[in-house]
């Protein structure tokens, strides 16, 4: 059985979970972070999640999915702790909304030969993409830690972004396709196979 992990279960990370729940595989989510109110607009949580870690509240909710496996760890990604959480990984997921822990996950994935998947949406909110690893390069913010897609605001956007690295961690699961996409309101254009 494959091992994936999610790390960041957020916006893009808790809604590519949700629709990647099919996969005959054990998904492992990985965020520090706890749900508030306002995430229930745009991510994958509900009421009753609101002050649970988000790696645990998304657990339980996977728990009323038949068959589906996933564990949690309610931990920040960090140096000291990247290659426990994502050692035994046969792909792992970048979902995160800072360029900090995506250049930890990128690092160490580059040092590890780990496959890596990255999906981000601009910080406007007028376009996504989902890239592998050797065609990434994270972006800096514009204010460390500033606000992101939280409320709501690019919910059509943010589904969109999740699908498609939904169905870019099932085609690589299934056949090992290393498909990159640009995503806007208007489509998915794929920019490298």
Not at 18 to 32: G, I, K, S, T, Y
Not at 62 to 90: I, P, Q, Y
Not at 116 to 135: I, K, N, P, Q, Y
């Amino acid at each position: 059985m494959k091992r994936i992990v999610f790390c960041g279960v957020g916006a893009l990370g808790s809604n590519a979970v949700v629709l990647c729940r099919n996969l005959e595989a054990q998904l492992v989510l990985v965020d520090f972070d706890r749900v508030e109110s306002k995430n229930c607009l745009s991510q994958a949580f509900v009421k009753p999640s609101v002050g649970k870690n988000k790696a645990e509240a998304l657990k339980l909710q996977l728990a009323n999915f038949w068959g589906v496996k996933a564990e949690s760890f309610g931990v920040r990604v960090e140096e000291t702790n990247v290659a426990t959480l994502c050692g035994n990984a046969d792909l792992v997921v970048d979902a995160f909304d800072n360029a900090k822990s995506r250049r930890t996950l990128s690092t160490w994935a580059r040092a590890a030969d780990k496959p890596l998947v990255h999906a981000a949406v601009s910080a406007d909110g007028t376009f996504g993409l989902v890239r592998w690893d050797e065609r990434f390069v994270a972006d800096e913010e514009g204010a460390p830690g500033q606000a992101t897609c939280e409320g709501g605001e690019h919910l059509p956007l943010i589904a969109l972004v999740s699908s498609t690295l939904a169905r870019t961690v099932q085609d690589f699961v299934a056949k090992g396709t290393k498909r990159d996409a640009m995503i806007a309101l208007s489509g998915v254009t794929v920019t490298a196979e």
